[in-house]
């Protein structure tokens, strides 16, 4: 009789996730779930809602990472508005949008790595989990904790001169942007008082970067082997294969690099990208159409777009990026806790984006908004911290939302996320009846190498603590922890 | 020539031009007496009560009351401040206000109220009452939701003939305000933006027009509200 292992909720994700191992008599495991059992419903609250109302109502979802939703649906509704995508947009409204939006990667980045990543290689990841967090990270390694704190900060400040708030903002409107930046504003940014000024920044995203590849070339073994399985790879790409997280066209690659999807407007996503429901889960699985629900599931984030990625076209971070990808010569990185790296790859390059916008001057003039004929559809997509977000809107001749359309990134990567639990599980829980202090640190690792928001793909920001059950066939109880 | 008055509000000399409206009067001495139904220059309502002072020692709204010689105006005080946050909060859970969504946030009385009266919970129970957007006019979302019956398009807004293109409709619980859509057909750009300026809340909507004012940029996000009239006489 099959035996069934359930965690939850995962401490460390953001969000309020459930884990569930099957295993057979034999003690194997047969089957991991990571379940989303939240549902929130947005996509019907905009239902009947003027269609600008989007972008300021739908960011609402997140309260981790809102500005993506917020510039997601701002580019589906360029679209609607007549602006077109990309460069329809004025210099002013595209480039204010980016600023916003690099400064978002930046901080959400930092977050993850020095809040949430860094207590697991800093203290190691066996060690006692009562220390193993931020707290632990700020008491043996203060500084740390500190540029933590200030790099978020800064990411924060950028998006509250471009949005008009740290939180919930409202500067992207349909179009374009409804403020340019101030020559005051430009200068705190860029020459602020140490540290929070962009040059300070760059240095500590480098030395973040660096502090983990330390880390790396020390326990190789470890962080290559912890989980490793072949998957395609989807993100947006500039038109010339550029890294670009703000717009591009889609492009996926398998796990040798062959490209699968190429030069896809995204306007059509949806002839390539189809969404699966299981009844366990409230979270869909999306997957690429042509290769079926099988073959065809995909990761997004910084793993999968530094894989889809050509270049990075800023310098210090083209430079990692070589070196990182020599350790796969060339090839899809497939490695799990890889991620860390490229998230911090993205980090620096985030902060070297966001010094050639302060320095254009095109961000202080005065136009800001485009319109042309109106249409009735629109589609935004844009490259969120956790990875590729889907917007998707049809309006009425009353101006009013009949269709709204959401894939978050967390939802992209539902299915990536279920095969690394699966696989550490496997690895980890094979032949036992009882739930290891390893198992359940690796269960956890494998899921925040995604930073899976489940906040944003259904449910409200928690930190929860690591419920454990074990249960026999019939049902009963064999092993609890609870944390 | 008009008679000049004299009276006092929380035991500040005033003076105004008899038969003067109590709230213009303040008005015009630097005291502000808060108001959502209150337009100068139209025929008054005083429908919202958010303006009741003590006249004399009795309940009055001073959007009604014309000013009198020798009058005693109490205002500013902890039981007539107590009031005004009650019907805050009345009108709160009468209607469906979503302030982080709604584009009038920042320039929105109700709300500005709200945060002069430090309103945190209201007192009273939601009525989570439904009613439904009408949007099928070419330039007015309605979002009847957020209407607070104060009037003020009724009064104002009127075609080149005279007639009034919003109405109220309904008695009671089932009051709301409707728009007539034929005259509604014909509004101008600049009637249009009359009508949303005029509305104390989000309930009328000029389409397309949505959150073009930055955060920092808009009415109340610099000063509270009624400060503009505190500052005259400083
Ligand atoms: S729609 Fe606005 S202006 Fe008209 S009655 Fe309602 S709140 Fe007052």
Redesign the pocket.
């Known amino acids: 009789m099959a035996q069934k292992v359930t965690i939850e909720p995962v401490t460390r994700v953001e969000g309020h996730g459930k884990v569930t191992i099957h295993l057979d008599d034999n003690m194997n495991v047969v089957q991991t779930r990571l379940h989303v059992v939240e549902f929130r419903g947005f996509e019907r609250f905009v239902q009947g809602r003027p269609y600008w109302e989007a972008p300021v109502l739908v960011q609402r979802l997140c309260g981790i990472c809102p500005v993506s939703h917020h510039l997601a649906a701002a580019k589906a509704l360029d679209v609607i508005v007549g602006a077109g995508t990309g460069h329809g947009l004025t210099p002013t409204g595209e480039k204010m949008r980016r600023l916003m939006h690099y400064g978002q990667i930046f901080q959400s980045h930092a977050l993850h790595f020095f809040h949430l990543c860094s207590p697991d290689f800093l203290l190691g990841y066996d060690a006692d989990p009562a220390i193993r967090n931020v707290v632990g990270v700020a008491i043996k390694f203060p500084e740390l904790a500190t540029q933590g704190v200030l790099m978020r900060k800064y990411g924060q400040e950028i998006i509250a001169v471009t949005a008009g708030k740290k939180i919930h903002g409202t500067g992207a409107i349909p179009g374009g942007i409804n403020k340019n930046l101030s020559i005051a504003e430009r200068d705190a940014l860029l020459n602020g008082p140490a540290p929070l000024n962009i040059d300070k920044m760059i240095e500590w995203a480098d030395a973040a970067l660096q502090l983990f590849k330390d880390y790396y070339m020390k326990n190789r073994d470890f962080v290559d082997n912890f989980a490793y399985f072949p998957s395609n790879h989807l993100s947006l790409v500039r038109k010339d294969g550029a890294l670009d997280l703000y717009h591009g066209v889609m492009r996926a690659v398998d796990a040798e690099g062959n490209k699968i999807l190429n030069d896809v407007d995204y306007q059509e996503y949806y002839n390539y990208i189809e969404e699966e429901v299981r009844s366990w889960s409230y979270m869909k699985f999306p997957y690429i159409k042509h290769l079926g629900k099988e073959k065809g599931w995909y990761r997004v984030g910084p793993l999968a777009r530094l894989n889809t990625a050509d270049f990075i076209p800023t310098p210090m971070a083209q430079k990692e990026f070589e070196i990182y990808k020599a350790h796969t010569n060339g090839k899809p990185n497939n490695y799990c806790l890889h991620t860390h790296w490229a998230r911090l790859i993205e980090l620096l390059h985030s902060a070297e984006v966001i010094r050639d916008l302060l320095r254009d001057p095109d961000l202080q003039k005065d136009d800001i908004v485009t319109k042309g004929t109106k249409k009735f559809e629109g589609v935004g997509l844009i490259e969120a911290p956790r990875g590729t977000l889907f917007h998707h809107y049809k309006i009425n001749e009353n101006d009013q939302i009949t269709m709204a359309n959401l894939i978050v990134s967390t939802t992209n990567n539902n299915e990536p996320m279920n095969q690394s639990v699966n696989f550490v599980a496997k690895k980890m829980m094979n032949g036992q009846a009882t739930i290891t202090e390893p198992m359940k640190n690796a269960v956890e690792i494998a899921i925040r190498a995604y930073d899976p928001c489940l906040s944003c793909a259904t449910h409200a920001l928690g930190k929860m603590p690591l419920d454990i059950k074990l249960y026999n066939a019939k049902g009963d109880v064999l092993d609890h922890y609870r944390s | 020539m008009s008679e000049t008055v004299k009276f006092t509000i929380d035991g500040k000399e005033c003076t105004a031009v008899k038969g003067q409206l109590l709230i213009d009067a303040a008005a015009d001495n630097g005291i502000y007496i808060p108001l959502l139904c209150h337009m100068r220059d139209l025929v008054p309502a005083g429908s919202c009560r958010i303006c009741t002072c003590k006249v004399n020692g009795r309940y009055m709204s001073a959007c009604t009351t014309p000013v009198e010689p020798g009058m005693n105006i109490e205002s500013n005080t902890a039981e007539l401040n107590d009031i005004r946050k009650a019907i805050v909060e009345m009108l709160f859970v009468e209607g469906n206000h979503f302030c982080p969504s709604c584009e009038k946030s920042g320039n929105c009385d109700l709300q500005a109220l709200g945060y002069k009266y430090q309103m945190m919970v209201p007192r009273f129970p939601y009525a989570f009452e439904r009613r439904e957007l009408e949007a099928s006019t070419p330039k007015i979302f309605l979002e009847k939701n957020r ?8 009064r104002l807004i009127k075609d080149e003939q005279g007639r009034s293109i ?1 109405a109220f409709k309904g008695r009671g619980k089932t009051l709301e ?1 409707n728009i007539d859509k034929k005259l509604a057909a014909n509004m101008s750009d600049d009637l249009t933006m009359k009508a949303m300026n ?4 989000g ?2 909507l000029k389409k397309e027009v949505g959150f073009i004012n930055s955060i920092g940029t808009r009415k109340y996000d610099k000063e509270p509200i009624g400060s503009d009239i505190e500052k005259i006489h400083q």
Do not use: E, G, L
Request: proline share 6%; charged share 10%.
């Open positions: 209407c607070i019956f104060c009037k003020r398009c009724v919003f305000i005029a509305c104390p809340v309930a009328i």
